[in-house]
């Protein structure tokens, strides 16, 4: 039972520590895995306690209460009875993924009204320009980079790319009439000094927000999960909506692992004027990501 102890003891502390991500970068990506943490410590509480330790028991169990206080809210949610609206559909392809029949295949399929495709390469391009899909495609990708975002939209849309280069902002900017749709791939977080450019970029994010008086949507690759210190702050600073709530966890990546490791990363953020009526993820399609489909109505 020691052992038990100290180990439910050590996963607890870490748990806590993981809310500081703000303040230490491994402790962002520790945070990433707030769910795992979670189970962790409620499982080493219900052992402590069974076992009669009482007091280390009711420690690591109001630390477990306050993991899931975080947790808890992406598995509450109302249902919507309502017609949507608007689909989007956000799925990173992998760069140097060849499933190029299927995707198209399951975009015709998805009927949805946008569809943003990151880290596309010239392959990818060529495919979807000769794909004969009913869609407008604009690229993001300059000559200089292996792969940028692709936009897909049912009908003709001003699409303003923000760049795509390690410090640019990595977002495209749709406008669908009175909704304005930014789509996000900041950088994957794997150094300190990339986290702090993703963080940046997060910032870039939420000014852009701030700077529109109209509906907006936010919707990508986000290389954060729901507990990541920018996301919080970024849902903080523009009072967006998180599409996840009600729904789950949602793992989208990597797909290649197994569950235990896999993360929340790829989001649909939105303003109060839509409502989520449905949220699914798609099949897998030789990517380490799977497509995520947000069905929105106005409200």
């Known amino acids: 039972m020691i052992l038990i102890a100290v180990i439910s003891a050590a996963v607890a502390v870490v748990s806590v520590l993981a809310f500081f991500g703000d303040r230490w970068w491994t402790l962002d990506l520790v945070a990433s895995f707030r769910p795992q943490l979670t189970l962790g410590v409620?499982?080493?509480?219900?052992?402590?306690?069974?076992?009669?330790?009482?007091?280390?028991?009711?420690?690591?169990?109001?630390?477990?209460?306050?993991?899931?206080?975080?947790?808890?809210?992406?598995?509450?949610g109302e249902d919507v009875e309502a017609e949507a609206d608007l689909r989007v559909v956000s799925f990173n392809l992998l760069a140097d993924n060849e499933e190029f029949a299927r995707v198209i295949e399951?975009?015709?399929?998805?009927?949805?009204?946008?569809?943003?495709?990151?880290?596309?390469?010239?392959?990818?391009?060529v495919a979807l320009d000769s794909a004969d899909i009913g869609y407008q495609v604009t690229r993001s990708r300059t000559e200089d980079l292996i792969f940028g975002t692709l936009v897909l939209t049912r009908d003709p849309a001003e699409v303003i790319s923000y760049g795509f280069s390690v410090d640019e902002p990595r977002?495209?900017?749709?406008?669908?009439?009175?909704?304005t749709v930014l789509a996000v791939h900041p950088l994957a977080p794997s150094t300190e000094e990339r986290m702090a450019i993703r963080n940046g970029q997060f910032?870039?994010?939420?000014?852009?927000?701030?700077?529109?008086?109209?509906?907006?949507?936010?919707?990508?690759?986000?290389?954060?999960?729901p507990w990541s210190s920018p996301f919080r702050?970024?849902?903080?600073?523009?009072?967006?909506?998180?599409?996840?709530?009600?729904?789950?966890?949602?793992?989208?990546?990597?797909?290649?692992?197994?569950?235990?490791?896999q993360v929340s990363i790829d989001h649909l953020l939105h303003s109060d004027g839509f409502t989520v009526v449905n949220r699914e993820l798609g099949p897998s399609m030789g990517s380490d990501h799977v497509p995520l489909i947000v069905d929105l109505a106005r409200t």
Request: charged share 15%.
């Open 171 to 179: 977002a495209i900017e749709i406008s669908l009439g009175p909704v």
């Open 203 to 225: 910032g870039w994010y939420s000014d852009w927000v701030t700077a529109r008086s109209g509906d907006v949507i936010v919707v990508g690759d986000f290389n954060a999960t």
């Open 106 to 125: 399951f975009i015709e399929k998805s009927d949805a009204d946008v569809v943003v495709l990151h880290e596309a390469s010239r392959p990818w391009e």
């Open 42 to 76: 409620m499982v080493g509480a219900a052992i402590l306690l069974m076992g009669r330790w009482w007091r280390t028991g009711l420690v690591v169990g109001s630390v477990a209460v306050l993991n899931l206080v975080v947790v808890v809210p992406v598995f509450l």
């Open 233 to 261: 702050r970024l849902i903080a600073d523009t009072g967006l909506h998180n599409s996840q709530r009600g729904y789950g966890l949602e793992l989208t990546y990597p797909t290649r692992s197994i569950v235990p490791a």
